[in-house]
């Protein structure tokens, strides 16, 4: 909304700028209506990216892919430590590749999940509802 001269009344719904960290983000909630977050409120991202598939964006959804991951990552340290046992190094050398493949969805899932949590606990504190865009 834009604002007016210094005298004149404001349009309702009107939230002043602010600049940096400070920055509001107006987005939909789950109730429909148009409200201010700011980017720790808002958590990860919620629309759908353009994707045929919807992301997962809820703490508990990311949640579960995060336990996942980590299950897989429980298989890759049990595979390290099987090339380690029976001295097969020519393996790990022609499949070296899964380890910073399966690292880095590990990483980001944990992390995803560290930031919805914290975004959700905010929101809770200002009795706002959850983003839905």
């Known amino acids: ?5 210094q005298g004149m009344p404001q ?4 939230t002043p700028g602010r600049t940096g960290e400070e ?4 987005r939909r909630a789950e109730n429909g209506d148009m409200v201010a977050y700011t980017p720790d409120e808002y958590g990860v991202r919620k629309d759908d990216g353009v994707g045929v598939i919807k992301p997962v964006n809820s703490s ?3 949640l579960f892919l995060a336990i996942l991951l980590t299950v897989a990552m429980g298989g ?4 390290v430590v099987q ?3 029976q001295d097969a190094w020519a393996i790990a050398g022609e ?3 899964v380890f910073p493949a399966c690292i880095f969805p590990f990483a980001a ?7 919805e949590r914290k975004a959700e606990k905010l929101r809770q504190a200002r009795n706002l509802p959850r983003p839905v865009e």
């Not at 899932?109 to 930031?115: E, H, P, Q, R």
């Open 11 to 14: 349009e309702p719904g009107y």
């Open 1 to 5: 909304m834009a604002r007016r001269s």
């Open 109 to 115: 899932a944990w992390y995803s999940y560290a930031k």
């Open 76 to 79: 890759l340290v049990y595979f």
């Open 23 to 26: 920055s509001l983000l107006h």
């Open 83 to 85: 090339v380690i046992l």
């Open 60 to 62: 508990n959804g990311l």
């Open 95 to 97: 499949v070296w590749w």
